[in-house]
Structures are given as C-alpha cells and as structure tokens.
C-alpha cells in the first residue's frame, strides 16, 4: 500500500505543476480547451465505457465541444451511442493502421456537440499490427493532436488491458481518469496501473497526469460499499472525485437504447451523477488553467 501511496502522490504532485501552456493560453483566449482525458483501467466491467458515454454526452450538454474515441475491439461505446453494428463503417482502424482520413471516419451522434471515432472488431487486429509499425506507440497522439483545437475535451474510451492500444490512448492523453468499481478488492489492480502510469511518465509521456479517481456502481445501501468508499479516499485523498456514480439500473439499460443515459431517463440518479461529474471535471479545469476554462 505504501508504494501505492507513494506512487499517487508522485503523478498527482506532477499534476498540480501541469504545465501545458498552450492548452492554457487558448482557454484563456476563449477558444477550445482541447484536453485530451484516457478512462482507463484495465481491469474488466468497472465502468469505463459508461463514464465516457456518460460524462461526453454530459459535457456536451454544458455546451462543451466534445469528441469521444472507442478505443476498445468489443465496440462498446459506438453501439451504445447508438450505432448499430456495420461491416462497412470506416473505424478508429482505418485511422490508426490504413491512415485513411479523419474526415471519413468521425461521427456526429444524436447529441449536439459530441462527436465519435467509433470501432469494431477489427481493432483486434490493430493491436498486433501496431507492433511491427513505426512510432507505434505514438499513432493514436498522432491521429489526436490535431484534432484537440476543435475540441474542448476528448474522452478515450480504452479496452480492459494493458496493451499497444491502451498505450497509445496514455501516450495520446494529457491526463487519465479512473473508475473504480466499489466492491471488495477495489484495490486489485490499481497498483498495476499506477506502476504502469509511471514507468509511461519517464518513457513516452512525461506530461501524463491523473485527471480524477472515480467510484462507480456505489450501492449507498450496503455497508460494504460505504466502507470500500472510505477506505478508497483514505488512500487516494483528494484525487477521488467528491461525485460517486450509484449503482443504477438506467444507466445499464440505456445502452441497448443506443442512448446517454440522460437522453433515456434525464430524471435517473445516473444522469444526474455523470452531469455533477461533468461539472466537477469542469471546474477542475478552471482551478487548474483559470476562469477561461
Ligand atoms: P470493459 O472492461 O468490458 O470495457 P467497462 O469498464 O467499460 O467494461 P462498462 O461496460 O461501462 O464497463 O460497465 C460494465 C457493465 O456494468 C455494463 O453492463 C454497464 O451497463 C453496467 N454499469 C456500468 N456502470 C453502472 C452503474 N453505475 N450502475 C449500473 N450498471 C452499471
Ligand atoms: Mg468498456
């Protein structure tokens, strides 16, 4: 645990000195804040595709321009904002293995001001291509960097995994958000990631910072939950969102409407816990880059 705590303190310690200026100047000069934010953990089902679902289509709400990427083969994102499953839909792959252009492959959704790079199954493929490629690390950044100024956040959706992809999304991010389910044994595994956040800050992104810890699938009836949550800001401290996601049965069906979860029950308590988030990464921003953000 110790080396945990060592760890958090050490990215977030980097965070607080964050130094990206020209993300700074332009939000102050009014224009787009182009903050590119990867939801990863790679341990499975703890939330990542519904917190960028979620969380995208609520900072469009708030009138922020945002694109979000699926960076996941299982597709995920892109039929739960409501693109059915396509053979022929050009995808993230085409950008990142057949550089085909970015014109034919982003998506307007349903929800003004949030845009999608979608993908499919055929990002599996991706993975063990990108190994043999050039700069293989860094295709996703490439694909991203000049997208940032049309953009005030872009979300990457990653795969429950520590891969090539999944590397390219932290390589590509100016920071990383991560969900934590609240269960038993929330820990397992973030350790992983933080050794892994690391060893990326001295290699292939030294800007890399934790945007936010975010508790997911909270159950504020079991004590279980209560205690796994305490325990959680016991150790992360301040690095844990005050917005906690509840368990909440809308947010798991909205999906198979094809639908963010506050275009299917804006009045449900996950619509109203990703908009709190929303705002809360907002104003996370302004603290950090001033009033312009
Ligand atoms: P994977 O690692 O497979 O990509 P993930 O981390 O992206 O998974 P999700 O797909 O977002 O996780 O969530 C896993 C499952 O839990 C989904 O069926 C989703 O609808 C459901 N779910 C996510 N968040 C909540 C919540 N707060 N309340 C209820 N169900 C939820
Ligand atoms: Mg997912």
């Avoid at 039929?79 to 993230?92: N, S, Y």
């Avoid at 929800?111 to 990108?130: C, F, M, Q, R, T």
């Avoid at 956040?197 to 936010?212: D, F, K, Q, V, Y």
């Avoid at 959680?232 to 301040?238: I, K, M, N, V, Y």
């Amino acid at each position: 645990m110790k080396r945990i705590l060592a760890n958090v303190s050490s990215v977030h310690n980097s965070a607080c000195t964050f130094s990206d200026n020209s993300a700074r100047f332009a939000s102050l000069r009014g224009e787009n804040l182009g903050r590119v934010i990867a939801i990863a953990n790679q341990k499975g089902g703890v939330g990542k595709t519904t917190t960028t679902v979620n969380l995208g289509a609520s900072l469009a709400a708030t009138e922020r321009r945002a694109l979000v990427i699926d960076c996941d083969s299982q597709g995920n994102m892109t039929t739960a904002l409501g693109f059915a499953k396509d053979p022929a839909r050009r995808t993230l792959y085409n950008l990142l293995i057949l550089d085909e252009s970015i014109d034919r492959v982003l998506l307007k959704t349903q929800v003004e001001g949030l845009d999608l790079i979608p993908s499919d199954k055929n990002l599996v493929g991706a993975a063990i291509e990108l190994v043999d490629m050039e700069n293989r690390e860094y295709r996703l950044k490439a694909i991203v960097d000049p997208l940032k100024q049309n953009y005030d956040y872009v979300l990457i959706d990653c795969p429950p995994a520590l891969d090539l992809l999944t590397l390219n999304a932290l390589a590509a991010a100016d920071s990383v958000l991560v969900p934590i389910q609240t269960e038993y044994l929330a820990l397992e595994g973030v350790s992983e990631l933080l050794d892994t956040l690391m060893r990326l800050r001295r290699t292939i992104n030294p800007s890399l910072a934790i945007e936010g810890i975010l508790l997911t699938m909270y159950d504020d009836r079991t004590t279980l939950s209560k205690q796994v949550a305490a325990d959680l800001r016991s150790f992360f401290g301040a690095q844990v969102y005050e917005t906690v996601i509840p368990r909440n049965v809308r947010l798991a069906e909205a999906p198979s409407h094809g639908k963010p979860v506050m275009f299917y029950d804006i009045h449900s308590k996950g619509a109203e816990s990703y908009l709190q988030l929303a705002k809360e990464v907002i104003a996370y921003g302004t603290k950090r880059f001033g009033a312009g953000a």
